[in-house]
Each structure stands twice: as structure tokens, then as C-alpha cells.
């Protein structure tokens, strides 16, 4: 992809980050909200490693889960940047650029959900950091969380194709010249 591109992603990804820090804790209700945490950066790294390719994944989950480590989860840094960058790395190397359908799309990212948010309880479990079993941690706030992140993703499905088809045709007629 070419390097406008790249800013352009980088910056609705930054966006992201933004409205899932900035703007969801008033629109999620009082008594959910520390049970439903939204993810938006996370699925639109999905979304890179399936349609852009695992290494353009990688990067950004480094990137992002790096902000979100240091912003909100300062406790213990690292957790988040790795698990981002591990799993949207793997969903890349999973599918390496062919061709998703909207049930892909979101089986792909239901699954690399839960194993983030899963792993990153084992973690936290390790180091002791959290005392509730994995069974309340799932049905507490992993479920009710993926859930949002479904919706998102599914919301902006269409968006987020156009969006990487019209930086893969860019960049196929960039080649050509």
C-alpha cells in the first residue's frame, strides 16, 4: 500500500482509539460499564490482517496496544501490546489476503476476541493481578464486550472493504506504472 494510504489508516485508527476512550463511556449505560469494554481499535486491526495482510496487522496492534498499555492499563505494560500484535498477526497468517465474506469477517474476529480479552485474563491471573475465576471473567464482561465488538465490526464491514479494495486497485495501478 502506498504511504498515503498507510497515514490515512493510522489516523482512523488513532480516531478509534479515541471513540472507544473519549466517546463509549457515555453512551454505554452507568450500570454496564465496567462490564462492556469496547475494543474498536482491535477490530479494525482485524480488519488490516485480513484484508492488508498479517505484517501491516502486527504493526498496528504493536502501535495501538502500546497507547492503550500506557493510557489505561499502565499496571503492567506490555499485555496489551503483545496480545494485539500476536493475534492480528496469527488472523493474518490465518487467511493471507483471500478473499473474506461477511461471516469470516466476523467469526474471524468473535474468535481473536475472546482469545484477546481470554489471554489477557490469563495474564493478569498469572501475575495476580486479578482474583475472579475465568468462568464469572466470561460471562461478566468478555461475552457482553464481544458482543459490542460484533456489532461494530459488523456496522462497519462494507466501509472498512471498500476501503481496503480501493487501496489494493491504488495500488495495483501504482505498479503498473
Known amino acids: 500500500m502506498s504511504m498515503m494510504s ?8 488513532f480516531l478509534l482509539f479515541i471513540i472507544e476512550g473519549s466517546v463509549m463511556p457515555w453512551i454505554i449505560p452507568a ?21 492488508s495482510g498479517r505484517h501491516r496487522a502486527l504493526l498496528f496492534g504493536l502501535g495501538i496496544g502500546l497507547i492503550q498499555d500506557i493510557v489505561y492499563y499502565g499496571h503492567l505494560l506490555g499485555v496489551h501490546t503483545f496480545m494485539m500484535g500476536l493475534i492480528g498477526y ?11 465474506t461477511l461471516l469470516t469477517c466476523l467469526s ?11 489471554a489477557v485474563y490469563f495474564i493478569y491471573s498469572l501475575f495476580r ?11 461478566d464482561h468478555i461475552l457482553p464486550s464481544l458482543f459490542l465488538q460484533l456489532a461494530f465490526a459488523l456496522i462497519i464491514y462494507v466501509p472498512v472493504r471498500k476501503l481496503y479494495e480501493q487501496d489494493a486497485k491504488l495500488n495495483q495501478d501504482q505498479d503498473e506504472e
Open 129 to 139: 493481578l486479578t482474583e475472579e475465576s475465568y468462568a464469572y471473567a466470561l460471562l
Open 108 to 118: 474471524v474476529i468473535g474468535f481473536a476476541c475472546i482469545a484477546y480479552d481470554s
Open 6 to 13: 498507510t497515514n490515512r489508516l493510522i489516523l482512523l485508527l
Open 90 to 100: 496469527f488472523a493474518g497468517l490465518l487467511f493471507d489476503r483471500r478473499r473474506s
Open 31 to 51: 450500570d454496564y460499564s465496567s462490564k462492556i469494554i469496547p475494543h474498536f481499535s482491535f477490530v479494525f486491526i482485524l480488519y488490516a490482517a485480513l484484508y
